[in-house]
């Protein structure tokens, strides 16, 4: 039982309005407009995304046109997987389900993204991820905030998708923890994996649950993640929120799912900064 593997967490993050509070005066606001007029002038910096002249530096590698570029899913969605339905007509099938939801009952009980890992949101992850940017962890992790409240409220704990430490120590990080912080939750290192695998997106989707089955387990109690601040908790009988950058067909936060499951978590929700959306859509059988 869960109850004999207790996990460790960080303390609570309360990063703020990633967008500014109503606090600024309008005299600092003038500073940072000059601030960054005089960066830009000096350094001429590139938007990390999409390389054009980033007029604002002091809010991040990413310009604002990129971050409106985002594109949220909308209403109406599989209520258990968070994949956009093609009309509100599917939703009188019943259940609300995608077709891929109802062919096969999933471990999450529900998922939520921002938006579907495409154009800018693609690049921004891709940033983030790729090019070791952490500090617009905080900016996407708001965004995953406000477009998976339905997830958010009443769950106990976030948890990170974790790399495998390989991959982990070559990257430097875990984007999936960086997001975590940012989510208002106690962080839970919860998981570990244990099986070096192949990225999922390079995989057939017939392919992606055979290559991470068995590739997570409980992490033990005293593991250790890169100087966070760490504290014993309890999460049998919790809700808890798995976190990861990008799913795909959604087989590695089932596999993660059950895990935890097995161990004696309650729920299992899930919340991911963009899923890769199917184009294809057949309304399930009645
Ligand atoms: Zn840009
Ligand atoms: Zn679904």
Redesign the pocket.
């Known amino acids: 039982m869960w109850t004999t593997k207790p996990c460790q967490v960080t303390e609570q993050f309360n990063p703020g309005d990633h967008r500014g509070g109503p606090g600024v005066s309008i005299p600092a606001h003038l500073a940072r407009g000059g601030l960054n007029a005089l960066l830009t002038f000096l350094l001429s910096p590139a938007?990390?995304?999409?390389?054009?002249l980033?007029k604002t530096p002091l809010d991040g590698p990413?310009?604002r046109?990129?971050w409106r570029a985002v594109r949220p899913i909308t209403p109406p969605m599989c209520e258990r997987c968070g994949d956009p339905l093609p009309s509100w007509r599917m939703v009188s099938y019943g259940a609300a389900q995608c077709a891929r939801c109802h062919r096969a009952p999933r471990s999450i009980d529900r998922g939520r993204a921002i938006g579907e890992y495409d154009g800018?949101l693609r690049q921004i992850i891709h940033v983030l991820k790729y090019e070791g940017r952490q500090s617009i962890a905080r900016q996407l992790a708001g965004l995953m905030s406000e477009h998976g409240s339905d997830v958010l409220t009443g769950a106990d704990w976030a948890v990170p998708v974790p790399l495998h430490p390989r991959r982990e120590r070559e990257r430097g990080f875990n984007q999936a923890a960086e997001l975590a912080r940012y989510l208002n939750l106690p962080v839970c290192f919860a998981l570990q994996r244990v099986r070096h695998t192949a990225p999922q997106v390079d995989l057939p989707a017939s392919r992606r649950h055979a290559n991470v089955r068995g590739a997570f387990r409980v992490a033990p109690e005293s593991r250790w993640f890169f100087g966070h601040r760490r504290r014993v908790a309890d999460l049998s009988n919790a809700c808890a929120l798995l976190v990861d950058d990008v799913t795909t067909t959604g087989a590695t936060l089932d596999a993660c799912a059950r895990v935890l499951k097995n161990a004696g978590v309650a729920e299992v929700r899930a919340l991911t900064a963009a899923r890769v959306v199917r184009r294809r859509f057949s309304p399930p059988s009645p």
């Open positions: 938007c990390a995304a999409c390389r054009s980033l990413v310009c046109a990129c800018a």
